[in-house]
């Protein structure tokens, strides 16, 4: 089952920064968080993952809370190919990948 | 990023005949693929996760003899749905896994659109 909780949508302005929270209280010490998106009728597209550390390549940042109980994915400048569902996902190293329903963001011209 | 791509694209078959998907990983070795199944407007499912060399391993409720799944090379996955029935028609995706560069990533297929009539 699914260890992670999104708001199932949200709208963002096309220019503005998207940023996509998940909850995953129940998170083990060595398990990482993914983060995917889904666009319509494609295959989950990876955008990035980190264990404790904050983590920033060229598609988004990441932030993990010191905790490590809730996690942040930001689109710095979303734009409308951004629109899709995004999934977030913890996982040990070497395990199985287990979806909840994510969050289908919405980015309005 | 890592290329893994599914063959065929989209696939209409009778009910009652057998259909094989493949999945490749393009450009890295894969020892551990795994199979998803996504209805419309609901999350991916995960069906089972290939071993190269070795059984699958099958999720709760998924039916082994009915998913057949082969993993016979380091960059090729198959699930084969056999006596295929309409209520088998899905989004059938697959991922491979990357252990490059120190880091573990799951990297996805396209996706394959199955229709059973």
């Known amino acids: 089952d699914a260890k992670t909780t999104q708001p199932p949508s949200m709208d963002c302005a096309e220019g503005r920064a998207a940023n996509l929270p998940c909850n995953h209280s129940?998170?083990?010490?060595?398990?990482?968080v993914y983060w995917y998106r889904q666009i319509h009728s494609q295959g989950p597209q990876y955008i990035i993952h980190?264990?404790?550390n904050n983590e920033t390549n060229e598609m988004a940042s990441l932030i993990i809370t010191e905790d490590r109980k809730s996690s942040t994915l930001i689109l710095p400048h979303a734009t409308l190919r951004d629109t899709a569902v995004y999934y977030c996902?913890?996982?040990?190293?070497?395990?199985?990948?287990?979806f909840g329903t994510g969050t289908s963001l919405t980015v309005i011209p | 990023g890592a290329v893994v791509s599914q063959h065929p694209s989209r696939v209409i078959c009778k009910s009652g005949t057998s259909v094989k998907i493949e999945c490749r990983s393009l450009d890295f070795q894969a020892t551990t693929m795994f199979w998803y199944r996504q209805f419309p407007k609901q999350s991916l499912m995960l069906m089972a996760t290939?071993?190269?060399?070795?059984?699958?391993?099958?999720e709760q409720g998924v039916e082994k003899d009915k998913f057949l799944i082969n993993h016979a090379s380091l960059t090729l996955s198959t699930l084969t749905v056999t006596s295929a029935h309409p209520e088998d028609s899905s989004f059938y995706i697959c991922?491979?896994?990357?252990?490059?560069?120190?880091?573990?990533?799951?990297?996805f297929g396209p996706g394959t659109r199955l229709l059973v009539l």
């Open positions: 290939s071993n190269e060399g070795s059984k699958a391993t099958y």
């Open positions: 991922s491979a896994r990357d252990r490059r560069g120190g880091s573990e990533t799951q990297y």
């Open positions: 996902i913890v996982s040990n190293w070497g395990n199985q990948f287990y």
């Open positions: 129940t998170i083990s010490g060595n398990e990482y």
């Open positions: 980190g264990l404790k």
